[in-house]
Every structure is written in structure tokens, then in C-alpha cells.
T-cell receptor, first 110, second 113 residues
Framework: AQSVTQLDSHVSVSEGTPVLLRCNYS??????LFWYVQHPNKGLQLLLK??????LVKGINGFEAEFKKSETSFHLTKPSAHMSDAAEYFC????????FGAGTRLTVKP | GAGVSQSPRYKVAKRGQDVALRCDPI?????LFWYQQALGQGPEFLTY????????KSGLPSDRFFAERPEGSVSTLKIQRTQQEDSAVYLC???????????FGSGTRLTVV
């Protein structure tokens, strides 16, 4: 069985400050892990994916995530938040299907 | 096409009505998934196709839900005798063979009144 737990339902940061969205996973297999972003009334967009290559994965819009097997974590970070980053973020674990976390809503204050 | 296309974009159904939601995946994509996203929740897996074969339908919430992909391209999700709890956004995603990560459509927002 595989699942993900997003540890924060809501994160609020000020523009220009770092972003940290936390995700822990559980998987019986070597997992593939993803982060997706969903802006209001928009579709899901792939930010980045980990598929057992480098443990530090760089994605679009300055986001990156580090796979830590010992901690079963795959946290998403960005050094400096922008107003346009405000959205819902989903951590996803995949074997052949994709299992989503409950999501973290990121708010960026001016 | 350039992306995964879903139609209709919005659907309002009266309780008890049957609905059909369409997904047109990216051309050549072998894998196709349906997800249900309730308000304020993450997408929940419904069913998975590889070409025309439905390999996993374990996520379908009841026997009122039925999905097909007869020619291995376009897929239809049918919901019979809709109930209020069926109100959600239904997302379709597709992927090439062996690829990780899927391209999602914009979804169909179903409201049952």
C-alpha cells in the first residue's frame, strides 16, 4: 500500500521569504514521488518528480524537493516566495497509479 | 491534441439523472486515469486504463459508476442515478507507456441538485 501525508493543511509566508511544504510518504515499493500545483479553478500542473535518480529534484518556477529515504520525506521548498505561488500543492506517491495527499494551501502575503 | 481535453467543463444534474463525462487524452498516451476531487480535498483515484483494458476499478465508489475506453483513446465516465454526494470535480489524466507523472485535464465540475 502507498500513501502520502501532507503535514500542513495551510502555510502562510510573506513574499520574498522561503517556502517549506512538508510531505511524508509510505510505500511498499521504491516510490516515484511528485509535487503538483493547482491554482484556483485551474487544472493540476506537475512541478517536479522523483524517480530514483538524484535525490534533490529541481522543478519549475524555482521549486525543488529532496527525497530522504531515511525520513520517508519529500518536502517541497523554494528560496523566495512570489505572489503567484499562492495555490494548492499536492504531494503524490506513485507505483502505477497516483495517490494524492490532502493538499497544502499556500498563502503569500505582500 | 496538445493536452488532455475534458467535456463538459461544467455539468449540473438533477438528483437521479444519469451523466456522462468525456476525456480525450493526449494522442498516443497509453495510460488513462480518472480521479474524483471533492471540494477542499485531494484527488481520489477512481479507475485506470491501459489502452482499452480497465486494469483497476477499485476506486469507483459504487456500482452507479462505470468507465469505458473502447478504442483505447477517448474515455467516458458514466454516473447513473446521480446523488448529491457525487458532486465533485472529475479529473482525467493520461501518460505515455512507462512514463511517470501524468498530464491532467482541467476537469469536469459536476453539481448534483
Amino acid at each position: 500500500a502507498q500513501s502520502v501525508t501532507q503535514l500542513d493543511s495551510h502555510v502562510s509566508v510573506s513574499e520574498g521569504t522561503p517556502v517549506l511544504l512538508r510531505c511524508n510518504y509510505s510505500s511498499s515499493y521504491s516510490p516515484s514521488l511528485f509535487w503538483y500545483v493547482q491554482h484556483p479553478n485551474k487544472g493540476l500542473q506537475l512541478l517536479l518528480k522523483y524517480t530514483s535518480a538524484a535525490t534533490l529534484v529541481k522543478g519549475i518556477n524555482g521549486f525543488e524537493a529532496e527525497f530522504k529515504k531515511s525520513e520517508t520525506s519529500f518536502h517541497l521548498t523554494k528560496p523566495s516566495a512570489h505572489m503567484s505561488d499562492a495555490a494548492e500543492y499536492f504531494c503524490v506517491v506513485s507505483y502505477y497509479d497516483m495517490r494524492f495527499g490532502a493538499g497544502t494551501r499556500l498563502t503569500v502575503k505582500p | 491534441g496538445a493536452g488532455v481535453s475534458q467535456s463538459p467543463r461544467y455539468k449540473v444534474a438533477k438528483r437521479g439523472q444519469d451523466v456522462a463525462l468525456r476525456c480525450d487524452p493526449i494522442s498516443g498516451h497509453v495510460s488513462l486515469f480518472w480521479y474524483q476531487q471533492a471540494l477542499g480535498q485531494g484527488p481520489e483515484f477512481l479507475t485506470y486504463f491501459q489502452n482499452e483494458a480497465q486494469l483497476d476499478k477499485s476506486g469507483l465508489p459504487s456500482d452507479r459508476f462505470f468507465a469505458e475506453r473502447p478504442e483505447g483513446s477517448v474515455s467516458t465516465l458514466k454516473i447513473q442515478r446521480t446523488q448529491q454526494e457525487d458532486s465533485a470535480v472529475y479529473l482525467c489524466a493520461s501518460s505515455p507507456q512507462g512514463e511517470y507523472g501524468y498530464t491532467f485535464g482541467s476537469g469536469t465540475r459536476l453539481t448534483v441538485v
